[in-house]
């Protein structure tokens, strides 16, 4: 299991379906699964950039996790995204449900990921929107990664300023480099 993590624009979906175009593997974007299947008050919270609830976003993964050859290497972007959902998760490898993961961690610039969210033009990319869910990366998601450590998750640092084509590259070249290609 291959785990894709950064701030929203970092490229975490971007370089999900290249690595699953290039060797076949099943990719699930936590993001787009979610924006299809939250309505409501929930779906309106998601877009103005604010996390949902753990157990909603657990629900989810869990749903999907059924869905995926769980025994084939598979990527996953936007999960977990707290603590708690990196528990689940370890409780679900500890089932052997699921592989221990190797994560990359896309590193990019506030800027760069501001310049890169405008132009999508996603009606969820507003300015405030932007600012909210940078600084929920930086309060709730980036200190996770010191606990994925801690728990024996391999976590790799991707210097995702560069071009997607130089981002997959480093990307693949520490696939191979521990083991996992």
Excluded at 24 to 34: D, M, N, P, R
Excluded at 105 to 111: A, I, R, W, Y
């Amino acid at each position: 299991m291959i785990i894709l993590m950064g701030a929203a624009g970092s490229g975490k979906s971007m370089q999900g379906k290249i690595l699953a175009d290039e060797f076949g593997y099943a990719w699930i974007s936590t993001g787009e699964v979610l924006r299809v299947l939250i309505t409501g008050r929930r779906r309106h919270e998601m877009i103005e950039g604010r996390l949902l609830e753990d157990s909603e976003v657990i629900n989810v993964v869990d749903k999907v996790l059924e869905l995926v050859d769980t025994n084939s290497q598979f990527i996953i972007d936007g999960f977990p995204r707290t603590k708690f959902q990196v528990d689940w998760m370890m409780m679900q490898c500890q089932m052997g449900r699921v592989p221990v993961p190797v994560v990359f961690n896309l590193e990019v610039d506030e800027q760069i990921i501001r310049e890169r969210l405008y132009k999508r033009n996603r009606p969820d990319d507003t300015e405030e929107a932007i600012s909210r869910r940078f600084a929920e990366y930086e309060r709730a998601t980036r200190p996770i990664l010191d606990h994925m450590k801690e728990l024996g998750i391999k976590v790799v640092d991707i210097n995702a300023d560069q071009t997607p084509a130089e981002v997959h590259q480093e990307i693949v070249n520490k696939l191979k480099e521990i083991g996992q290609l």
